[in-house]
């Protein structure tokens, strides 16, 4: 039988791929206009100069003869299902992205989406947190997702403000001491 027609095996593809943060039933997608268009920028490239290339590379190695010894053609056949596979997730989470600007909130005390939140916790340590969306939240810059724990406890409380976090150690008060947005943008 032709290998042509047989299933490729998308276990192998599944190798150092992340899986997302599902979206909450019922709920929105969330995000920033900064990260919309950080995303909207990604799917762009990966359509308009990566994937070209990719079908290039895989063209020219399809001729060179028995593809089943081809490192260029079984990479790059691979790298074209990562990339189709990233713009599928990509298309489908910009299509239900609700962009919500958090520069509408600038100068309240009370914490919605895109906060950056500064809270102290039971033994007096001083955290900051920014709340972003689930496709944008990076935590190695303190930016926590809307439906992680710490963003739920804090929405909708006010500096000054003692909030339950409830955590697999047990329940925890944290303090919110100062809460801020960024400036609107000048038009």
């Keep these: 039988m032709s290998k042509a027609f047989t299933k490729e095996n998308d276990a192998d593809d599944q190798d150092g791929l992340v899986a997302a943060a599902p979206l909450p039933a019922g709920g929105k997608n969330y995000i920033t206009p900064q990260g919309y268009a950080r995303l909207r920028t990604e799917l762009l490239e990966l359509m308009d100069v990566e994937r070209p290339k990719v079908v290039e590379a895989v063209h020219w190695a399809a001729k060179n003869g028995d593809r089943s010894e081809n490192g260029d053609y079984l990479y790059g056949k691979k790298r074209l299902r990562e990339i189709d596979r990233r713009i599928r997730f990509l298309t489908k989470r910009l299509e239900v992205a609700e962009v919500t600007d958090p520069s509408v909130h600038h100068g309240r005390d009370q914490i ?75 038009a």
């Design 112 to 186: 919605f989406f895109g906060a950056t939140v500064r809270y102290a916790d039971e033994t007096g340590e001083e955290r900051v947190v920014t709340i972003m969306g689930i496709d944008e939240a990076q935590s190695a810059q303190a930016q926590v997702s809307w439906i992680s724990p710490i963003a739920r406890a804090l929405l909708k409380s006010r500096e000054g403000d003692v909030v339950k976090l409830a955590t697999p150690g047990g329940v925890h008060e944290i303090e919110v001491l100062a809460v801020s947005y960024p400036p609107p943008a000048a």
